[in-house]
């Protein structure tokens, strides 16, 4: 088995056994990284690292999107429309070569990670880490 079809199955197996909140903040925690070196990259006009960056950004915005169930949870659909729109920015910033909005959804982004990391480890009392369900965007 080459490399990277090894280090492929690793994060899949991993993703597979680590519980619905962990992988909510493994999905945070990749799309922050993703938006911080896709800014980098563009400020260094490495065209390919901005694609496969904002790329990745971008899918994993429109999974957590999708896995919003809003019959459960009716509250997120601020955050259902925040992830389309963000989706929407990364587009308008890659095509016109626009670090800055880069920044501005990363900004974002950032305390919706903080505050899903403190749910995940019971910092937040009275509050589900996953919403109000078992899926990753936030409630399902």
Do not use: F
């Not at 920044?103 to 403190?118: F, G, N």
């Amino acid at each position: 088995m080459s490399y990277g079809l090894a280090q492929a199955r690793y994060a899949s197996d991993a993703a597979a056994t680590v519980t619905p909140a962990r992988l909510l903040t493994m999905l945070y925690d990749r799309l922050v990284q993703d938006l911080t070196v896709a800014e980098t990259a563009m400020r260094a006009s490495d065209t390919q690292a901005v694609g496969r960056h904002l790329g990745r950004a971008q899918e994993i915005l429109l999974e957590l999107h999708s896995t919003l169930d809003l019959a459960v949870w009716p509250d997120g659909e601020p955050l259902a429309r925040l992830y389309l729109w963000i989706v929407g920015e990364l587009s308008h910033a890659r095509l016109n070569s626009e670090p800055q909005r880069v920044i501005d959804c990363r900004d974002l982004l950032q305390p919706l990670r903080e505050a899903w990391h403190a749910a995940a480890s019971g910092q937040t009392p009275g509050l589900d880490p996953v919403g109000a369900g078992s899926g990753i965007g936030g409630a399902a």
